[in-house]
């Protein structure tokens, strides 16, 4: 800059007495750089504060984006390892049925919050249970409430009533919960006096991957000896898309009757067909009539 400068002097003033010359350009140079000289520095050094500042903002920003990327890598596997969801088209179609939409009032969601019983962490269950008594009795699986502090079970239309008390059944891997009784009476569901044969369509409604009352169609696949203290006693196989949160789901015949409480699956190998395990109604009517339960088989609301 200086080098510009100074060319830039001589070239325009005269040189008409070398020392006078000199000495004015000497003059002028210290103006210059008296004026010119420490702002320019400025402007290529910025103080150190800045500089700190400026990195600052540079790593918080990196940390900001890193976290939206792990949220949304978090939503996108979340996406990619649900199942196919095609049984809520079928859902969609079979709740046009009066019959379904009539069942489905005495069909509930079971909230759980208790403690696990080998950590006794907290822990949170959700999952399906049906009505069978106008008082409020409601049937699902034992390993749904394991170590319950609180359960409630909304319906439909009724609300959100939380239960009093509850009784299980490890070895059919049964439970009864019971509500606080109320003026009005609760909807309910009718049992069966026969179990369907191998082959016979039945219909399943539950609360699979958190979506509620979803009507599927099933098949009876067969029968199997069940694992409890009861030997004469089978467990139902059903050809049907069974998911987390169905457990405790009733499973209808083509009259509506309630012949089987799903509890459990089949593990299959991949792109099989799911095979659903159910507590028949066998199980279900000694576990009720054991608990003091009484119920018409053809009551229907």
Do not use: C
Not at 117 to 128: C, D, E, K, L, P
């Amino acid at each position: 800059m200086n080098g510009g400068i100074y060319l830039f002097i001589t070239f325009f003033f005269p040189k008409d007495n070398d020392e006078e010359v000199r000495e004015r350009e000497e003059r002028e140079m210290e103006e210059l750089n008296e004026k010119y000289g420490e702002e320019d520095l400025e402007e290529i050094s910025p103080p150190a504060s800045s500089r700190k500042r400026s990195s600052g903002v540079k790593i918080f920003a990196v940390l900001v984006a890193a976290i939206f990327l792990l949220f949304a890598l978090g939503d996108f596997f979340r996406l990619i390892s649900l199942p196919p969801l095609d049984f809520l088209r079928e859902s969609r179609e079979l709740s046009q049925d009066p019959l379904v939409q009539e069942l489905r009032q005495g069909v509930v969601q079971v909230r759980v919050e208790g403690r696990d019983g080998s950590y006794g962490v907290s822990r949170q269950a959700r999952g399906t249970g049906f009505n069978v008594d106008e008082g409020g009795v409601i049937v699902t699986n034992s390993h749904l409430i394991e170590g319950a502090e609180t359960v409630k079970v909304s319906f439909l239309q009724e609300g959100i009533y939380q239960a009093y008390r509850w009784v299980e059944s490890p070895d059919e891997d049964l439970a009864l919960i019971f509500l606080e009784k109320e003026e009005k009476e609760f909807p309910r569901v009718p049992l069966a006096e026969e179990l369907p044969s191998p082959g016979e369509e039945v219909l399943i409604l539950g609360n699979p991957l958190g979506f509620a009352r979803v009507a599927t169609r099933g098949k009876v696949f067969g029968y199997r000896q069940a694992v409890t203290n009861r030997p004469q006693k089978q467990v139902m196989e059903i050809e049907a898309p069974i998911h987390q949160g169905n457990s405790g789901s009733p499973v209808f015949n083509q009259e509506g009757q309630v012949v089987a409480v799903v509890y459990g699956t089949l593990i299959q190998p991949e792109g099989d067909e799911i095979i659903g395990l159910a507590v028949t109604l066998p199980l279900l009517k000694d576990f009720l009539e054991e608990s003091g339960v009484k119920v018409n088989s053809f009551y229907y609301n």
